[in-house]
Every structure is written in C-alpha cells, then in structure tokens.
C-alpha cells in the first residue's frame, strides 16, 4: 500500500525547526528505503517544495540537489517524475520555477506564444513572449 508524503515532510526532514520531527520524518524516509514502507508524493508537492526552498535562500544549484535527491529517493515513487526533470531543464534557462513549469506545460502542447507582462519568459529560447 502507497502512503502519500505531502510537502511539510519534506520541509520538515530538510530543515531543523522541530528536532522531533527532523527525526520523525528521517526515520520514515529510512523506513521507505529498507523496504518497509512505500512512499509516494506528486509533481505538486515537489513545486511547492521548490517554492519553499527558494523562500529559504536556497540557490537554483542547491534546489535542484535537493529535488534530485528525493527523486531518487529509494522507496519513494514520484508522480510525473520525468515531467520534474524537464522542469529542472528549463529552470536552468528561466529565473522562475513556476514560470518554468508553465512553459514545460506550454512547450508539451506545442505552444510556442506565451502572453505576458513577464519579461523573464524572454530568457527561454524556443518561445515567443507577446503582450496584448
């Protein structure tokens, strides 16, 4: 039986803000990987576990370490796991996670146009930034 894992775990295991559950949440992750349990999270959670990290000045090199460490996380299943990567492909090339994410959506249904104020989508090569 899979066990979600919502983003407060993760945050939770990454960081020292109540050493109880630092050691709660180790000890479950330990659990997954000796095969005991199977834990499984969504693309959903890991975005807004980037969000955090981000809040916690967290370089784009030092997210992109933690999002591949979960993802290989043994005992862990990711939903949509390659759609992350290409995520993380396209952060490299945009300041912007979220903004990374719209345009892996957007370049996944062969849409090259993007609307928008934002002038960071300029920085994506591949795409065409209008404003109405």
Not at 52 to 75: A, D, F
């Amino acid at each position: 039986m899979k066990r979600f894992v919502d983003t407060n775990i993760f945050v939770y295991s990454l960081f020292p803000i109540d050493l109880p559950k630092l050691h709660r949440c180790k000890k479950l992750f330990s659990q997954a990987q000796a095969g005991e349990i199977d834990l499984w999270t969504t693309e959903w959670v890991i975005s807004e576990l980037v969000w955090v990290l981000v809040r916690y000045k967290l370089t784009i090199p030092e997210c992109k370490q933690v999002v591949m460490s979960i993802l290989t996380t043994e005992g862990l299943e990711v939903k949509n796991r390659e759609w992350i990567l290409e995520v993380l492909e396209m952060r490299d090339k945009i300041d912007d996670f979220i903004d990374a994410v719209h345009l892996v959506n957007a370049k996944r249904e062969s849409v090259i146009e993007i609307y928008s104020f934002d002038k960071g989508f300029d920085q994506a090569s591949g795409f065409v930034r209008r404003e109405p």
